[in-house]
């Protein structure tokens, strides 16, 4: 049996095979995540861990093997999974006060689909409240922290955010106390915190991953994604967590392909696209040349590369931030005190329903609701609502046309690297600008990937960001691939 | 356009918010100036342009119209603050 801290260093791909050699059972590999995920605990990446249910998910994971039964490249694969997923009979928060104590009876398609491939749930990780966040912060449980520091500059020595909304996913998976990871991407929210994380975040074509039982925030934005090392991994997550279900009317009926054989290495004459709107002012100028740098790692594959252009590329983070908190406004009137999670006591229906929310409620979050109903509202609608569904229009028209001239895009995933935690706490809007790179795809319910491509002057790692037409996966992820392979980038460890 | 605060008021109101007095002034502060930033759409040409009902081109399922889930209080009814029998229980809401 090799070391515990070598356990935890492999990517899926490996320990799959490790296992299916029999160089060390489900069981091991999980007791040494379960360990270092206790000498990790100051990271605040998982809000729940569940060890006794690792444990019989890695014997049973066992057993089957033993009987010749292993269910594939998941089995016995130790995953940290969002704790916006509902699992069944453990807290399921969002990150939010507002569902304290909550225990679904049920289990969530995406994560019912990985257990059902033999991987095992380690615990469920941090986030920012019901998803609305890019650094981790407005989580009820408190920040998490990145395990990056930075050698050099302003943040030098201290606590980095590691990005959100899926921020404890992202930083378990960097800290190598889980292999993979489950994250949600409404905006940005698997891409961004994998730029700042080092490691790759994928989100699929909306449609690609079932929305059942995943706590719902922004419902034509939702979709849920892996977290992981490599893009292989990437590749062998999303073939366990795509798949059309029943019970979400919006995800696609077509079949799932072997993501992971498309990773061929081969790009000669993909054409890649690099949209002129993004270059942008105030981008940093390591930002810029790590775009470059990735530009040219793809042309000496074999690649073209492609000027196109995206006209409408600056109005898609305002037109993100009337859409998606409308339908927040929507999605989170259902907690109103009664049916879970926390009540207070008010003096009639109303006054309860109020208080609820008020107390169970974070800044970040009332202050979304409230913008949800106000575009939503009598003699708003049509100015803003509206507007914004027509320039959502225009934005996916953009792709669509660019799509006649290349195969995939090629942009930074982020404006920046981590920042220290309580930066940009004051402004919301300086937040929200997190993604401006990673927003447009989500409008267009494009796929796109965050590979991590190098480090930072201070020593922190940035990601490069690729995206697809509508159910292109495999074109994306073999170009991810590709961009992987070229920047060699080390992990933290 | 800047939200006053007797709008954040009626707004809290309409997403059932108790918002202190204290609180209306700043946060009608904060609101305007997202709202202010988020009005640059209105200077885009949308003359003839839908507005986009569902990002993925696709023909959902019709499922048949049989009832299959279901005829679980217990579960229904695990995670309520309040429940009396196989009821979720509230405040008094009529005299």
């Not at chain 1, 993979?180 to 929210?189: E, I």
């Not at chain 1, 002057?457 to 690729?466: I, K, R, S």
Request: aromatic share 6%; glycine share 10%; charged share 20%.
């Amino acid at each position: 049996m090799a070391g515990t801290s070598d356990l935890t260093r492999l990517t899926i791909a490996d320990a799959g095979a490790g296992l299916a050699a029999g160089d060390f059972s489900a069981r091991e590999l999980t007791q040494a995540h379960l360990d270092a995920m206790a000498a990790a605990r100051d990271l605040n990446a998982y809000s729940a861990e569940t060890p006794d249910q690792a444990l019989a998910m890695a014997d049973a994971s066992d057993a089957r093997r033993g009987q010749g039964d292993a269910q594939g490249p998941l089995d016995g694969i130790p995953l940290a999974i969002k704790d916006l997923f509902c699992t069944e009979g453990v807290l399921s928060t969002a990150g939010s006060h507002i569902l304290d104590g909550f225990k679904p009876t049920y289990e969530s398609t995406v994560t019912q689909q990985l257990w059902d491939a033999g991987a095992v749930m380690l615990g469920k990780t941090n986030m920012d409240e019901f998803a609305m966040g890019s650094a981790n912060v407005t989580s009820h449980y408190g920040p998490c922290l990145n395990p990056w520091k930075a050698a050099s500059g302003d943040a030098a020595g201290k606590d980095l955010v590691p990005g959100g909304s899926s921020g404890g996913s992202a930083s378990a998976v960097a800290a190598n106390i889980a292999l993979g990871a489950t994250g949600t991407d409404t905006g940005g929210s698997i891409r961004q915190p994998g730029s700042f994380c080092g490691i790759v975040g994928m989100k699929p074509t909306y449609g690609r991953c079932s929305r059942w039982g995943i706590i719902a925030f922004a419902s034509s934005l939702d979709q849920a994604g892996p977290l992981t090392r490599t893009v292989r991994d990437g590749a062998l997550m999303l073939g366990a967590m795509a798949g059309y279900d029943p019970k979400d009317s919006t995800s696609v009926d077509i079949p799932v392909p072997d993501y992971a054989a498309a990773l061929t290495g081969d790009i000669r004459g993909l054409r890649v696209g690099i949209p002129a709107e993004y270059r942008m002012d105030g981008t940093p100028p390591e930002i810029e040349a790590l775009w470059q740098q990735g530009r040219d790692w793809l042309r000496d594959a074999g690649a073209e590369i492609v000027d196109i252009s995206l006209p409408h590329t600056k109005y898609a983070l305002p037109t993100y931030y009337i859409v998606a908190p409308a339908e927040a406004s929507s999605n989170l009137a259902r907690y109103d005190g009664v049916r879970y999670g926390l009540r207070v006591e008010g003096e009639d229906i109303i006054d309860t329903y109020e208080k609820t929310r008020a107390a169970g409620f974070g800044p970040e979050v009332k202050r979304r609701i409230m913008i949800g109903t106000y575009v939503l509202s009598a003699g708003y609608y049509d100015a803003y609502y509206l507007q914004a569904q027509r320039v959502r229009t225009r934005i996916a028209d953009d792709f669509r046309a660019a799509w006649d001239k290349c195969d995939v895009i090629l942009t930074p995933t982020a404006p920046s690297a981590a920042f220290a935690i309580g930066e940009k706490m004051d402004d919301p809007i300086a937040m929200y600008l997190n993604d401006i790179f990673t927003v447009p795809a989500s409008m267009a319910g494009l796929p796109a990937i965050s590979v991590p491509a190098g480090l930072s002057a201070d020593g922190l790692p940035l990601g490069l960001h690729l995206i697809g037409p509508a159910f292109a996966e495999e074109t994306m992820l073999r170009a991810a691939d590709v961009l992987e392979t070229a920047a060699e980038f080390e992990g933290r460890q | 356009m800047a939200l006053d605060t007797d709008t954040v008021r009626r707004i809290a109101r309409l997403a059932r918010l108790h918002i202190p007095d204290a609180d209306l002034e700043p946060l009608a502060g904060e609101l305007s100036n997202i709202i202010g930033w988020v009005e640059q759409l209105a200077e885009v040409d949308t003359d003839g342009v839908a507005p986009m009902t569902s990002v993925v081109e696709t023909t959902p399922h019709l499922r048949d119209d049989v009832v299959n889930d279901g005829g679980y209080p217990d579960r229904v009814l695990a995670n309520a603050p309040d429940a009396e029998g196989e009821f979720f229980a509230v405040p008094k809401v009529i005299e």
